[in-house]
């Protein structure tokens, strides 16, 4: 499995960061947060070659979830930059963010490329989802294939199921097979 080296301090700044920009943003709970680094860091894996913090990710019930979230959460409210709590949510339990402080260096830990690239993702899962419909959307076919618990590799993002040919594309195979003289 491919590794990246996990910068933990980095790590922790950018979820620092991802909860002073949207933490008090209705419906931005730990969901969300885990879908802004997930998404943020396989994109840019895929369009770098590198993810932002080198996390590894694991299948958890809603989604990839980094494995070292809940220690640097917990980091984060011990030192007093995050505030943590649950809510209820229609049905639901929802873990809820609030920053107590800007995240310091920011243009010293990311680049302005990591940053346009979790803006990005904040934005949209923000704006265009519920963490239901971005949990679906995280269930991808590396997620579907994984164990419960398993590490995900930043490869996995680039995973897809091939579907069924309908009729017309079968239809069409077997004729070009018929006009090549193939079996």
């Known amino acids: ?12 700044r950018l979820v620092h960061y991802v909860v002073w920009r949207a933490g008090d943003r209705p419906g931005f709970g730990a969901v969300k947060l885990n879908k ?7 994109r840019a894996y895929m369009l770098r070659g590198r993810p932002i913090t ?8 809603w989604g990839p979830v980094p494995r070292p979230m809940m220690p640097v959460r917990d980091e984060l ?9 649950n809510d209820r949510v229609y049905d639901y339990s929802a873990t809820r963010f609030h920053a107590r402080r800007a995240p310091a260096d920011l243009n010293a830990t990311f680049d302005a490329e990591d940053l346009k690239t979790v803006e990005y993702w904040i934005d949209v899962i923000d704006k265009a989802h519920t963490a ?18 398993e590490e995900l590799p930043y490869h ?5 199921r091939m579907r069924q040919p309908d009729d017309a594309e079968l239809r069409w195979a077997q004729n070009r097979a018929d006009e090549l003289s193939l079996p």
């Open 156 to 160: 996995a993002i680039f995973a897809t």
């Open 77 to 85: 409210v011990r030192e007093g930059a995050i505030r943590v709590w």
């Open 36 to 42: 802004v680094l997930w998404f943020s860091d396989a």
């Open 132 to 149: 239901s419909s971005i949990s679906a959307e995280s269930h991808d076919y590396a997620w579907e294939i994984a164990e419960m618990g």
């Open 1 to 12: 499995m491919e590794k990246f080296d996990f910068d933990r301090e980095r790590f922790k």
């Open 54 to 61: 080198g996390a590894a990710y694991i299948r958890e019930k």
